[in-house]
């Protein structure tokens, strides 16, 4: 007996209530569980209601399926989890938390009054549009060119270590909520220190906050697990426990998967793994389990041989390029959603001296790449020894200069975040770069 041919489908995704990111990664369950199985996702955009102004911002993103539901089964199955999600259409084109949209499916036409194919609204919604155009570079859809139109995250570097290139030992080791004998904070001096630190970045700019127990600079040596742990749970939980209504997003620095998963538990957004998930084949599993958001940086090697790993022979950006490639493909093989996905070429590693300068000209170019479309990306340039080479500076604590013309670089180049030491002095760069490059 033959069995029902499996046919591929792209899906548009929107929500403008609630957690809207959540409720499209419930909607993608949902497909899979019905056997509508999600092979690909795009990014995801935030944009401007149309038709009905008067509502909150969107959020749209395109998922390619395949289904051996024919295309009135496949719109009756989405329609049935906008349901059991609870969607409930006051107005037409009105506040929704869920929205699925069959836009194209094989090569059909359909025309029949519950379903026309290809969508009719494709043509004049440049939110379908650009996240189709991601899936499927290769069809005619004409799209402009993705220009970056929203401000730039600062991420402030919180490193919970003795030994890190320029700020070890800085930032106060706290004591751990969560422990046995919980201590009152303003008792505590590291603690209250800590919470002190933490309250400076934020008022200074910071919208996210690297948390990080293991040095990576070269020839860092590893820590035993229980080590990191000790280092960066507490830190995560404390911010959680006192900031509980500032908007920031905690991003825990590690290349371990256990770490990861303890981090998340503990309030953590983001996962910023700077060998791209690469030196723990737990990693990717686990940030798709825990449906965090992981940030890919670039790396060859370990922290103890990437310097011996920096020859480029097909060009610097390209092997860049075609290496993050096989990076995303990974995760998105291990099941990481497209949209939980962000990138980081990787200043200092596997990369020295001018090459890094080389990066920061060609981000641009490593933006555009095929297959690398899309996604947001994160540059880490503060401080660096490549800032110290070009200006002469040799204390890292007095590279802001140099920094902050690289911090300038990353913007017109189309960075989303910029990790940084120097929060106050970043933040003026950043609000000036966006200024002139981003409105």
Request: hydrophobic share 45%.
């Amino acid at each position: 007996m033959d069995l029902p041919a499996q046919r591929t489908a792209y899906i548009a995704l929107g929500s403008n209530m609630g957690d809207r990111i959540a409720w499209i990664e419930k909607a993608c369950n949902e497909m899979d569980a019905r056997g509508i199985t999600v092979k690909r996702t795009s990014s995801l955009w935030e944009t401007e209601p149309m038709y009905v102004l008067d509502q909150d911002r969107f959020v749209n993103g395109v998922c390619e399926v395949e289904t051996t539901l024919e295309p009135l089964a496949l719109l009756d199955a989405l329609q049935d989890i906008e349901n059991q999600l609870g969607r409930k259409k006051v107005i037409d084109k009105g506040p929704r938390n869920i929205d699925l949209d069959i836009l194209l499916y094989e090569n059909l036409k359909v025309d029949h009054p519950r379903l026309q194919i290809p969508h009719i609204g494709i043509p004049e919604r440049e939110f379908v549009l650009r996240p189709l155009a991601e899936l499927i570079p290769d069809k005619p859809i004409d799209h402009a060119p993705l220009q970056p139109t929203r401000k730039t995250h600062v991420m402030a570097i919180l490193n919970m270590t003795p030994d890190s290139f320029s700020d070890g030992g800085t930032v106060p080791l706290p004591t751990d909520p969560s422990s046995a004998t919980p201590s009152d904070p303003s008792s505590d001096p590291s603690t209250t220190a800590f919470l002190q630190k933490v309250q400076t970045l934020l008022a200074s700019g910071a919208t996210m906050l690297d948390i990080g127990g293991q040095s990576t600079a070269p020839h860092a040596p590893p820590i035993p697990l229980d080590e990191e742990l000790r280092r960066v749970l507490p830190a995560i939980r404390l911010i959680r426990a006192h900031f509980p209504s500032q908007p920031v997003l905690i991003s825990v620095d590690t290349y371990r998967a256990a770490v990861a998963s303890a981090a998340v538990a503990a309030g953590a957004d983001i996962v910023n793994d700077v060998s791209g998930g690469a030196m723990d084949p737990a990693m990717l599993p686990a940030v798709a389990a825990l449906g965090a958001t992981v940030c890919l940086m670039h790396m060859r090697g370990t922290p103890a041989t990437m310097s011996t790993l920096t020859s480029y022979p097909g060009g610097l950006v390209p092997g860049i390029a075609r290496e993050l490639v096989a990076r995303v493909a990974a995760a998105e093989a291990a099941g990481v959603r497209r949209w939980r996905i962000v990138l980081d070429p990787g200043l200092g590693f596997a990369k020295v001296g001018r090459q890094n300068v080389d990066v920061l000209r060609g981000l641009e170019e490593l933006r555009g790449w095929p297959g690398l479309e899309g996604l947001p990306w994160l540059v880490g340039s503060s401080r660096k020894s490549f800032v110290g080479v070009v200006t002469g500076v040799e204390e890292p604590r007095e590279r802001i200069w140099g920094t902050a013309a690289t911090v300038a670089a990353a913007v017109q180049g189309g960075a989303d975040v910029v990790r940084v030491h120097d929060v106050r002095e970043m933040a003026q760069v950043v609000r000036m770069a966006d200024a002139i490059w981003r409105y």
